[in-house]
């Protein structure tokens, strides 16, 4: 068998995975390409969010990407409401307590910083809701662990809830780098014959 790899840009609104709920969700299968039959999602993101989204036919990547002792990090540009403190951004670096299924948890130690210089992202379709009486910051975060919707959880307990989240780095490819160079949104990319660094 053919191990096929490939990297999409994952949109906003569409559910990580190949088959519908309902029938008015958007999924992979919506995708304008013709995926061989046993390649599936490796790790997902949630609707609301966009990026990096691994597919493979190769069963051991799910272990290697997402097994917790693997720590293979993954970067995220995410936009807040206001303006996060210095203090705020050394809470979530050390780790917070979030509630995960009904269990609190603490978040292992990661990296957090505010972004001046955005890499060149896809509009998000719809643009989220802006309000002119409160400012947004844009943050870079990497984690080394993927819990239900982690990042979001994290940044509601400095009261600076996300607006938008796109995953831009992920085993090893990076938005804006070979061979992920002027990517769009829903674009697809086989990475097949690239390294990848888990």
């Given at each position: 068998?053919?191990?096929?790899?490939?990297?999409?840009?994952?949109p906003?609104g569409?559910?990580?995975?190949f088959?519908?709920?309902?029938?008015?969700h958007?999924t992979?299968?919506?995708l304008?390409?013709?995926?061989?039959i046993?390649?599936?999602p490796?790790?997902?993101?949630d609707s609301d969010?966009?990026?990096l989204?691994?597919?493979?036919?190769?069963?051991s990547l799910n272990?290697k990407?997402l097994?917790p002792k693997s720590?293979?990090?993954?970067?995220?540009?995410?936009?807040v409401?206001?303006?996060?403190?210095d203090?705020?951004?050394?809470?979530?670096?050390?780790g917070?307590m979030?509630?995960?299924?009904?269990?609190?948890?603490?978040?292992q130690?990661?990296q957090i910083?505010r972004i001046?210089?955005?890499?060149e992202l896809?509009p998000?379709i719809?643009?989220?809701r802006?309000r002119?009486a409160?400012?947004?910051t844009?943050?870079?975060?990497?984690?080394?662990?993927?819990?239900?919707?982690?990042?979001?959880r994290m940044l509601?307990t400095i009261?600076?809830?996300?607006?938008?989240?796109?995953?831009?780095?992920l085993?090893?490819f990076?938005?804006?780098?070979?061979?992920?160079?002027?990517?769009?949104?829903?674009?697809?990319?086989?990475i097949s014959k690239?390294k990848?660094?888990?």
């Open positions: 068998m053919e191990m096929k790899t490939y990297i999409i840009y994952k906003y569409m559910l990580s995975q088959t519908r709920e309902i029938e008015s958007v992979l299968k919506d304008d390409y013709d995926f061989e046993d390649v599936y490796v790790g997902r993101l969010s966009e990026g989204l691994m597919l493979s036919n190769d069963k272990q990407l097994s720590k293979s990090p993954k970067t995220y540009h995410i936009q409401e206001g303006e996060p403190s203090s705020a951004l050394q809470l979530i670096r050390d917070v979030i509630r995960i299924k009904g269990k609190t948890i603490k978040t130690p990661c910083s001046t210089d955005l890499p896809p998000r719809p643009p989220i802006v002119k409160i400012p947004t844009w943050l870079a975060i990497t984690l080394t662990e993927g819990k239900n919707r982690q990042v979001r509601a009261n600076h809830p996300v607006l938008r989240l796109i995953r831009t780095q085993a090893g990076e938005i804006g780098k070979s061979p992920l160079y002027d990517l769009k949104s829903g674009q697809i990319i086989d690239f990848i660094n888990l």
